[in-house]
């Protein structure tokens, strides 16, 4: 049987996941990519999206991040994210309202509305709500 890669998952306020896996697939800024034990070392940046990951007993799990760093290393991969949310810890109605005013915000256009972070909390919206439906 494969080794694991141990998989850590760390917020400025939490550490969100500390244990094995077999495999994690993760949201690059430059496209999804996949990290088995014993993967050539590398640092790259993520965007808003969804990690998933098999547990050492080979159960799927997933969590939104919202962007950061990931540092990969042959036994190990770090995770650096300004936030992260198991999906059972995701408030749908609260996601729901943010998607709504994201939404409302950019339909008015208006100058006095800072259209990057309204198209930001759109998009974290989305990506949360996306993996609570999928998976």
Do not use: W
Not at 47 to 55: A, H, I, P, S, T
Not at 76 to 87: I, N, P
């Amino acid at each position: 049987m494969a080794e694991n890669i141990f998989l850590e998952v760390v917020t400025p306020g939490a550490v969100v996941v500390s244990e094995e896996a077999q495999i994690v697939m993760a949201p690059g800024s430059e496209g999804e990519f996949g990290v088995l034990h014993g993967h050539t070392t590398f640092l790259t940046s993520l965007k808003v999206g969804c990690l998933r990951y098999k547990d050492a007993a080979g159960k799927d799990r997933a969590l939104f991040v919202n962007g950061g760093f990931a540092e990969v290393l042959p036994t190990k991969m770090t995770v650096l994210s300004e936030s992260a949310d198991r999906r059972r810890d995701i408030d749908v109605e609260r996601v729901k309202a943010a998607k709504a005013r994201a939404e409302e915000r950019l339909a008015k256009g208006t100058p006095d509305i800072d259209m990057i972070r309204a198209e930001a909390a759109l998009r974290r919206a989305i990506q949360r709500l996306s993996l609570i439906q999928v998976h």
